[in-house]
Each structure stands twice: as C-alpha cells, then as structure tokens.
T-cell receptor, first 112, second 114 residues
Framework: GESVGLHLPTLSVQEGDNSIINCAYS??????FIWYKQESGKGPQFIID?????DKRQGQRVTVLLNKTVKHLSLQIAATQPGDSAVYFC???????????FGQGTRLTINP | ETGVTQSPTHLIKTRGQQVTLRCSSQ?????VSWYQQALGQGPQFIFQ???????GRGNFPPRFSGLQFPNYSSELNVNALELDDSALYLC?????????????FGQGTRLTVV
C-alpha cells in the first residue's frame, strides 16, 4: 500500500458539528466496504459496512455513501462528540478474496 | 470490546531473533487474518487462515509464517527479525465462507525490534 508516514490527512471540526470523511478506493472490482475507527494504541474498531449493491447505509449517528462510478466512499458522522476523535480508515474487499485493503486514514480532531 | 484477544500487548526483540504472536478469535468465527500496521499507515494484509489452512497471503516474505488451531486461535511467527518489522501486529476474525462478513480486530501486539 501507499506509504503516508506520519502526515495523515486531518480534519478538525467543532463539537456538535457534522463530519464528512472521504475515501477514494482503488479496485473497481471491490464489492464490500468497511469504515473503521482506530484510537491511539488500539486496534481498528468496526463502524459500518456497505455492499456494492447499495449506495447509502445508515447506522447510529453515522452514514456511509458509496459512489461506484468514481470509486468514492464517504463517512458522515452527525453531531460529533469528543469521543469521535480518532483515525478513520476505509477498507475495501472483493467478494471471495481474503484481504481487506485499507486506505490511508484520516485523523479526525474534535474541538471543544 | 470485540472478543478478539491478542498476546502479548507489547514486545521488544533484538534483530535476528524470532517471535511468536498469539490471537484468540471471536466465538463463532473460523477465519483469522493477520495484518501489519507501521506507524502512521493503514494495516497491510499478511495472511489469512480458514479452518486451519492458509487461505491467502499478502506481499510478505516466507519468514512470516502462521498456524491456526482446531479452536480457531492462531499464531503469527516471524523469523530473523529486522528493524523494519517494528510495527503493530493486528489479528482480525470473521465467519468465513462465501459471504463477506465484517472482520473484528484485536487490540494488537506492538513489536519493537532493536
């Protein structure tokens, strides 16, 4: 995968505002997508997934949008809270394949 | 908590040594995948085990090897450690088969090679 080093894309939002994190995925054959949240010192935590036969899926305070035409995935977090501060990764997978391919990650910071 | 547990949580090894990392999968999951996450990067797929057999491998040399046991727990072994092997090693489990299912990650093992 592409090396980002320590210079992760960052997004800063005010507490209570909505956040949108974007991801461009690489494989047009991918048909399953997941968003993960990773807090410092912890493993990735599953947030929400979506299959390629859908373009939108909603969870609790989160919505994932999928645009297969431009290979774009987004995660919307409503009414952000301090606990939402973390690095967010999108991951893609092809049906029948074994591996998840992770994007570069976005660091979300919530300002009080 | 995901129910996926890894041990140890932290480890320091010397270059050239060998290391074994362990993972207990979530109850009901028969598939375990291992990932390497270097600082500031996304996880990179090492390999996957399904019903005790290796079921896919990423771009890692043969000195990275693994096992899966009948209870679906798994080990990752790394021989001849190099400085660049320093990373967070993550284990993920899911219910394998035809249908993709969400993978749940453990908290990881932080390996430092000096």
């Amino acid at each position: 995968g592409e090396s980002v080093g320590l210079h992760l894309p960052t997004l800063s939002v005010q507490e209570g505002d909505n956040s949108i994190i974007n991801c461009a995925y690489s494989n047009s054959a991918s048909d399953y997508f997941i968003w993960y949240k990773q807090e410092s010192g912890k493993g990735p935590q599953f947030i929400i997934d979506i299959r390629s036969n859908m373009d939108k899926r909603q969870g609790q305070r989160v919505t994932v949008l999928l645009n297969k035409t431009v290979k774009h995935l987004s995660l919307q977090i409503a009414a952000t809270q301090p606990g939402d501060s973390a690095v967010y990764f999108c991951a893609e997978k092809v049906e029948g394949a074994q591996k998840l391919v992770f994007g570069q990650g976005t660091r979300l910071t919530i300002n009080p | 908590e995901t129910g996926v547990t890894q041990s140890p949580t932290h480890l320091i090894k010397t270059r050239g040594q060998q290391v074994t990392l362990r993972c207990s999968s979530q109850s009901g999951h028969n598939t375990v995948s291992w990932y390497q996450q270097a600082l500031g990067q996304g996880p990179q797929f090492i390999f996957q085990y399904y019903r005790e057999e290796e079921n896919g491998r990423g771009n890692f040399p043969p000195r990275f090897s693994g096992l899966q046991f009948p209870n679906y727990s798994s080990e990752l072994n790394v021989n001849a450690l190099e400085l660049d092997d320093s990373a967070l090693y993550l284990c993920a489990s899911n219910q394998g088969g035809v249908q993709n299912t969400e993978a749940f990650f453990g908290q990881g093992t932080r390996l430092t090679v000096v």
